[in-house]
């Protein structure tokens, strides 16, 4: 790698880092300079692996979107650094054009998509007219990859969300960029289709050794899809790691309520169910059995129906609870219940 040129040639001072992870974010910092500064990123530090998807999931407002300008080079750091393959990223104060070169950012609105061009043409019009036969082949292969060659004669704007992100998401893809950034990329993809289209992602990730980032709120898509979690809160990145170890250990209340809806306990609460803790505790819902029993402290106040199980809502006056009701079998409100805890995880906060 330190014989290469440098992929931040417009960077001249810069020298490149060899001890770094693909994409490393240090001490990063961004603040959008108004009447109220806002400090939308609040001095992060992160680590990408190459050929990975790695998701950055977090409520609305918490810095995920920022995050993801601040790795592509859209935006200029107030404060640390972003390097790519060890080298500084370019931000609109090194070169033209802001954005760098061996990666591409899919956003939410399909902005960079000719609504009235046939969707051949949107994706073909990325290549040059040198190669018209390369063209053409690696067009068809393009759209093949994403399943949308039945689409090819169709204009954009005659398509639905899910079938214009595939578009976008070819667009992006045909020039064989070494990184994908997408910005909530199944927004606009009906639920029956979603599953589908991260799947075909993954599949394009085991195929290329493509790297991908992505931007999510919502825990199902990521924890299907996800290689490595980023979960952000007010500005701050509170954890990071593989889903299914943020899933069972979160070190926090936020990451366990974001992935898993987890009942968060204080100390005090934890002792009324026969749990010695120091710290905050998190129980999943489905980690809570229970059983009819006249003689219970708790009763089930509500029952919420969630599809293929229902949700039911525990108290004993004091203390509510979350259980899932799976296999569903029928229960009325009011019930007493005893409970039995499967499994609990100690939190940090």
């Given at each position: 790698?330190?014989?290469?040129?440098?992929?931040?040639?417009?960077i001249?001072?810069?020298?490149?880092?060899?001890d770094?992870s693909?994409i490393?974010?240090?001490?990063?910092?961004?603040?959008?300079e108004?009447?109220?500064?806002?400090?939308?990123?609040?001095k992060?530090?992160?680590?990408?692996e190459?050929g990975?998807?790695?998701?950055?999931?977090?409520?609305s407002?918490?810095?995920?979107?920022?995050l993801?300008?601040?790795?592509?080079?859209?935006?200029?750091?107030s404060?640390g650094?972003?390097?790519y393959?060890?080298?500084l990223?370019p931000?609109?104060?090194d070169k033209?054009?802001?954005?760098?070169?061996?990666m591409k950012?899919?956003?939410q609105g399909?902005?960079?998509?000719?609504?009235y061009?046939?969707?051949?043409?949107?994706i073909?019009s990325?290549?040059p007219?040198?190669?018209?036969?390369?063209k053409r082949s690696?067009?068809e292969?393009?759209l093949?990859?994403?399943?949308i060659?039945?689409?090819?004669q169709?204009?954009?704007?005659?398509?639905?969300?899910?079938?214009?992100q595939?578009?976008a998401?070819?667009?992006?893809?045909?020039?064989?960029?070494e990184?994908?950034?997408?910005?909530e990329?199944?927004?606009?993809?009906d639920?029956a289709?979603?599953?589908a289209?991260?799947?075909?992602?993954?599949?394009?990730?085991?195929?290329?050794g493509l790297t991908?980032?992505?931007?999510?709120?919502?825990p199902?898509?990521?924890?299907?899809?996800a290689?490595?979690l980023i979960?952000?809160k007010?500005a701050?990145?509170?954890?990071q790691g593989?889903?299914?170890?943020?899933?069972?250990t979160?070190?926090n209340?936020y990451?366990?309520?974001?992935l898993?809806?987890?009942?968060?306990?204080t100390?005090r609460e934890?002792?009324?169910?026969?749990?010695?803790?120091?710290t905050?505790?998190?129980?999943?819902?489905?980690?809570?059995?229970?059983?009819?029993?006249?003689?219970?402290t708790f009763w089930i106040?509500?029952i919420?129906?969630?599809?293929?199980?229902k949700?039911?809502?525990?108290?004993?006056?004091?203390l509510h609870l979350?259980?899932?009701?799976?296999?569903?079998?029928?229960i009325?409100?009011g019930?007493k219940?005893a409970?039995?805890?499967?499994r609990h995880?100690?939190?940090?906060?």
């Amino acid at each position: 790698m330190a014989n290469q040129p440098s992929s931040c040639q417009y960077i001249p001072s810069d020298v490149q880092r060899n001890d770094v992870s693909l994409i490393h974010g240090e001490s990063l910092s961004h603040v959008f300079e108004a009447k109220n500064n806002i400090v939308a990123v609040d001095k992060v530090n992160f680590a990408i692996e190459e050929g990975k998807i790695t998701a950055i999931i977090g409520e609305s407002g918490s810095g995920k979107s920022t995050l993801l300008k601040l790795i592509y080079g859209l935006l200029e750091p107030s404060m640390g650094e972003v390097r790519y393959k060890g080298w500084l990223v370019p931000t609109r104060k090194d070169k033209l054009i802001p954005g760098h070169d061996a990666m591409k950012l899919v956003s939410q609105g399909f902005d960079d998509l000719n609504l009235y061009a046939k969707v051949w043409d949107n994706i073909a019009s990325q290549l040059p007219n040198t190669n018209l036969e390369r063209k053409r082949s690696k067009t068809e292969e393009t759209l093949e990859k994403l399943k949308i060659s039945h689409l090819s004669q169709q204009r954009i704007a005659d398509l639905s969300g899910g079938e214009k992100q595939r578009v976008a998401i070819a667009r992006a893809l045909i020039n064989e960029p070494e990184v994908l950034l997408m910005d909530e990329p199944f927004n606009q993809v009906d639920a029956a289709f979603r599953d589908a289209l991260q799947q075909d992602i993954r599949l394009i990730v085991e195929e290329t050794g493509l790297t991908i980032i992505l931007v999510s709120h919502d825990p199902s898509e990521v924890l299907a899809m996800a290689d490595s979690l980023i979960v952000m809160k007010e500005a701050k990145i509170l954890e990071q790691g593989s889903p299914d170890v943020l899933y069972y250990t979160p070190q926090n209340s936020y990451t366990a309520q974001l992935l898993a809806k987890s009942n968060i306990l204080t100390p005090r609460e934890a002792a009324t169910l026969g749990i010695d803790s120091m710290t905050k505790i998190a129980i999943h819902q489905e980690d809570i059995d229970y059983r009819i029993d006249a003689e219970a402290t708790f009763w089930i106040k509500d029952i919420r129906f969630r599809g293929f199980y229902k949700e039911l809502i525990l108290t004993d006056g004091a203390l509510h609870l979350h259980v899932i009701n799976y296999p569903i079998e029928k229960i009325e409100k009011g019930t007493k219940v005893a409970i039995t805890i499967k499994r609990h995880t100690a939190i940090q906060n």
